[in-house]
């Protein structure tokens, strides 16, 4: 393939020519030199790989600086440089970049505010909660049994098992035995068990199975109200409660209404729950383990307008009698 000739080889041609003229030297080195650059333009020419190379080069204006006539001004094509030849080298915008790394230190950052929110979601799930007690008047008395003040007439300290815990736990005790409600009767009865040492639970029962004292009970349709007169603790027995109380008993004997009352003095014995407040003593933190019980006199029955003097068993010296 063969290059057709440009005004830029001319030109150059035509300048080498122009150099080998006035050298003024005498030595001749402007012909010698245009010679040779008339060789070389000569077997670029001839060489193939630079004629397919060139063939459809671009145009570009010459330099001012070293042309300076109105042929500087034709453009000459410029050699194709394919993406084979040059590695490619992209750059990305700088705003680009900066939004990149900003989103990500935001990304991080929600990052870490989500890892802190679940931990401290996981700390308050297995934390114990607090224990406020606000009185009345709307001040905090207490937090975490830590005192921060009174009530008036109420203090508020560590809980610890009273006598009034005592008391409470034998008023209701003797409440499910002397009151009587046939609606009610079995749970009672249940609830009366519940509050005993297992151990004396089980032989009060196999008592009042033995005598027949529900059964005669449900026969004869009682009907009982119980009103205590004096409970306290023993002085010399801090486990010790005594109670005095009256009992008044509706029944029906041989299909006659009877009406019967007694005041009983009743002794319970108490022994502190090993578990504490619990539901089956009351939340007292207090077991009955013994009871005893006798009349304190004997009151006449009427039935119609006749008297009678009746001395029913009564389950109240069931344990007393097993001793």
């Known amino acids: 393939m063969e290059r057709k000739s440009t005004n830029f080889d001319d030109s150059v041609l035509a300048g080498s020519r122009g150099q080998g003229k006035g050298n003024g030297n005498g030595n001749g080195n402007g012909r010698h030199y245009g010679s040779e650059l008339a060789e070389m333009v000569a077997e670029l020419d001839e060489d193939p790989n630079v004629a397919r190379r060139l063939g459809s080069m671009p145009a570009f204006r010459a330099p001012r600086l070293y042309v300076q006539d109105v042929e500087s001004r034709e453009r000459v094509p410029a050699a194709n440089v394919s993406s084979s030849d040059v590695a490619q080298v992209v750059y990305r915008d700088k705003d680009d970049v900066t939004t990149i790394l900003n989103l990500t230190r935001l990304v991080m950052l929600l990052a870490m505010i989500l890892m802190a929110s679940a931990a401290a979601n996981v700390f308050q799930y297995y934390r114990r909660p607090d224990r406020i007690i606000v009185g009345p008047s ?161 009151v006449p029955s009427q039935q119609g307008s006749e008297a009678q003097t009746t001395k029913p068993v009564t389950p109240v010296s069931a344990l007393q009698e097993q001793q």
């Not at 499910?176 to 032989?203: C, H």
């Open 138 to 298: 709307g001040r905090v008395l207490s937090i975490n049994d830590r005192n921060y003040g009174q009530e008036e007439g109420v203090e508020f300290g560590p809980d610890r098992l009273t006598a009034q815990d005592k008391l409470y736990v034998t008023r209701e005790f003797v409440r499910y035995l002397y009151q009587v409600d046939p609606a009610t009767r079995p749970r009672d009865v249940e609830k009366a068990l519940r509050l005993m040492v297992p151990d004396s639970a089980v032989k009060f029962s196999n008592w009042l199975k033995e005598r027949g004292i529900l059964d005669q009970q449900k026969v004869e349709s009682w009907q009982a109200s119980w009103v205590p007169m004096d409970i306290s603790v023993d002085p010399n027995s801090p486990y010790t409660v005594n109670v005095i109380g009256k009992q008044e008993i509706n029944k029906l004997v041989s299909g006659a209404a009877v009406k019967e009352a007694k005041q009983l003095r009743i002794t319970i014995r108490l022994m502190a729950d090993p578990k504490g407040r619990d539901d089956r003593n009351l939340r007292s933190g207090f077991l009955i383990s013994f009871i005893d019980a006798h009349e304190l006199n004997d």
